[in-house]
């Protein structure tokens, strides 16, 4: 029996730089209803070698020298999204947009799956001011190592759960969103 949530997956990009097609880590958490059941994790070799953002996210140059490009990497990771209705992303303006710019760069089809920011989905449900991950996930108790993809898509995710959960009026049929696509 299909659940009357429905299948949704949140992700988080980490970049090396500037760039938006400078991705160097993706995550990928995939939530039927309530319940996390599948998660991805890829190291991505970005396009140029340097790597501005080790400060933030730890990631150095000789972590992805070895791992495949975006276009490499994508037919795997987007098996991921089989069957889900819609991407979750926090500040999902940015993962959109490194998402889609990647793709053009490899010469892959966009992915026609609306997206969810929880950064609004935040602001509504409990009027969070800042609504930046750590200020959720401490709102939430939910664990986070923030710029960590893998935890942070992971936390993304709890945000949908929590306000799903607690039948927040973000909810239209079928456990769709209103208001907070981006």
Not at 85 to 98: G, L, P, Q, Y
Request: charged share 15%; glycine share 8%.
């Amino acid at each position: 029996m299909q659940n009357p949530l429905g299948r949704f997956a949140a992700i988080d990009f980490e970049t090396a730089d500037y760039g938006r097609d400078s991705a160097c880590s993706l995550a990928i958490v995939v939530v039927e209803g309530t319940t996390v059941v599948q998660q991805g994790y890829f190291l991505i070799r970005p396009p140029r070698r340097q790597i501005h953002f080790t400060y933030i996210h730890g990631i150095r140059w000789a972590d992805v020298a070895s791992s495949p490009s975006f276009g490499e990497m994508w037919p795997a990771a987007s098996q991921l999204f089989a069957g889900v209705e819609f991407i979750a992303a926090h500040n999902a303006s940015f993962d959109r947009s490194v998402l889609h710019t990647c793709c053009a760069k490899a010469g892959l089809p966009l992915t026609p799956l609306p997206f969810y920011c929880t950064v609004k989905i935040a602001r509504k449900a409990w009027s969070l001011r800042p609504a930046n991950l750590p200020a959720v996930c401490r709102h939430l108790g939910l664990p986070l190592k923030h710029h960590d993809a893998a935890s942070d898509a992971l936390a993304c995710a709890g945000i949908v759960i929590a306000a799903r959960q607690q039948g927040h009026a973000l909810f239209g049929r079928m456990g769709s969103y209103r208001g907070v696509a981006t």
